[in-house]
């Protein structure tokens, strides 16, 4: 998430309880919400507000976001670079590691990363086929 996303975010939480936001707010709500994408985000909090009427904090957000990243990683399983990106030790790990991400946070999801596994695609080509087909939608 970027700084600007977290106004945005804010904004939306102010949509529903009508809380002050500044720039002072905006940063320290970044400073906690960095590592998520705006989506799952604005998704936490649709959550939080659907089930609970406590006022909201980051740490609520927090928390279901690790929630639902645990979630999608239990999906999947173990998260292992396709055979195109096994060309060295740096390449696998990399890889690995960006595939973990993007399952944890939605953006691939179970069904693509089959795909991805059983395809002869790098994971860095295979993942632009992805935000095309997103771009496109």
Same mark, same amino acid.
Do not use: C
């Given at each position: 998430?970027?700084?600007?996303?977290?106004?945005?975010?804010?904004?939306? *939480?102010?949509?529903?309880?009508?809380?002050?936001?500044?720039?002072?707010?905006?940063?320290?709500?970044?400073?906690?919400?960095?590592? +998520?994408?705006? /989506?799952?985000? @604005?998704?936490?909090?649709?959550?939080?507000?659907?089930?609970?009427?406590?006022?909201?904090?980051?740490?609520?957000?927090?928390? *279901?976001?690790?929630?639902?990243?645990?979630?999608?990683?239990?999906?999947?399983?173990? *998260?292992?670079?396709?055979? /195109?990106?096994?060309?060295?030790?740096?390449?696998?790990?990399?890889?690995? @590691?960006?595939?973990?991400?993007?399952? /944890?946070?939605? /953006?691939?999801?179970?069904?693509?990363?089959?795909? +991805?596994? @059983?395809?002869?695609?790098?994971?860095?080509?295979?993942?632009?086929? *992805?935000?095309?087909?997103?771009?496109?939608?």
């Amino acid at each position: 998430m970027r700084l600007s996303e977290a106004g945005d975010l804010l904004a939306l *939480i102010s949509a529903y309880d009508n809380r002050h936001v500044s720039e002072e707010v905006s940063a320290a709500w970044y400073d906690l919400l960095h590592p +998520y994408m705006l /989506a799952e985000a @604005k998704h936490a909090v649709k959550k939080h507000f659907n089930d609970s009427t406590e006022y909201l904090m980051p740490a609520h957000l927090v928390r *279901i976001l690790k929630a639902e990243r645990k979630a999608r990683l239990a999906k999947v399983g173990t *998260i292992v670079s396709g055979r /195109a990106d096994m060309t060295d030790t740096a390449t696998e790990l990399a890889t690995t @590691k960006a595939l973990t991400k993007a399952v /944890a946070s939605g /953006a691939l999801t179970p069904e693509q990363y089959d795909d +991805y596994q @059983k395809g002869e695609t790098p994971w860095s080509t295979y993942r632009r086929g *992805i935000l095309a087909l997103r771009g496109a939608a």
